[in-house]
């Protein structure tokens, strides 16, 4: 509905499996279209082994994202060697995954100007952002995060959607705050409302809660986390 979302289950309850079981369904419904990865390199090779797990490694590019540093290709100080060509990334896809991608909140950086402009270049695909805190500092992270699809080249479908105005508002709210202090309940709420709208989030307390005869059977003993 909105063109993209966030992943946002916490750390090691299977994002990247989550990831490429959607994949594989994006695969499935787009059947000559590929599916882009992009990863930090030290976790490249666990998204090759779940691809694999899926049979979907021929049709999945997983590009590390270190490759997103260089200057873009508009940048006409930099070397025309040196810059970052997103033409290799143009009209392929049907899915685009960003791991880690609260690595990508910095609107100056090269790293984000690369990936909006990769995701700019497929027109019909949606994005999945893979965090485990989409929020950290602030509230705003967040809304970085979503910016990332909201402002691609499905803009529209954001727009069209009930949540546009919503959010939009929202925004305006909480960049008007002058200090913390006036954060009321009623603006947490409504950011809230947006990240449950527009993220999902599986907690370790949640597999416990909902899986606790299966932890049970598998540990041979009750299991807490706290």
Excluded at 86 to 98: F, G, H, N, P
Aim: with cysteine; proline share 3%; aromatic share 10%.
């Amino acid at each position: 509905n909105y063109g993209g979302y966030i992943l946002a289950n916490s750390v090691g309850t299977g994002k990247t499996y989550v990831a490429c079981q959607t994949a594989a369904t994006y695969l499935k419904r787009n059947c000559d279209k590929r599916v882009l990865v992009v990863s930090p390199s030290n976790v490249m090779d666990e998204w090759e082994e779940t691809a694999e797990d899926f049979e979907i490694e021929d049709r999945m590019d997983i590009e590390s994202r270190g490759v997103l540093h260089k200057p873009p290709r508009d940048d006409q100080d930099a070397e025309p060697g040196r810059r970052f060509d997103t033409r290799k990334y143009s009209e392929e896809y049907s899915l685009i995954i960003v791991d880690e991608a609260h690595s990508y909140l910095n609107n100056d950086s090269n790293r984000r100007s690369n990936l909006e402009e990769i995701i700019k270049s497929n027109k019909s695909a949606d994005v999945l952002l893979s965090s485990a805190t989409p929020i950290n500092l602030s509230p705003n992270d967040l809304f970085q995060l979503i910016d990332i699809f909201r402002n691609g080249n499905r803009k529209s479908k954001f727009e069209r959607s009930e949540m546009n105005e919503f959010y939009l508002n929202t925004r305006r709210r909480f960049k008007k705050l002058d200090n913390y202090n006036e954060f009321n309940n009623e603006l947490l709420e409504d950011i809230k409302k947006i990240e449950g709208q527009l993220s999902i989030k599986i907690t370790w307390r949640i597999i416990q809660q909902e899986f606790e005869q299966d932890l049970h059977e598998l540990a041979g003993e009750e299991v807490e986390y706290e």
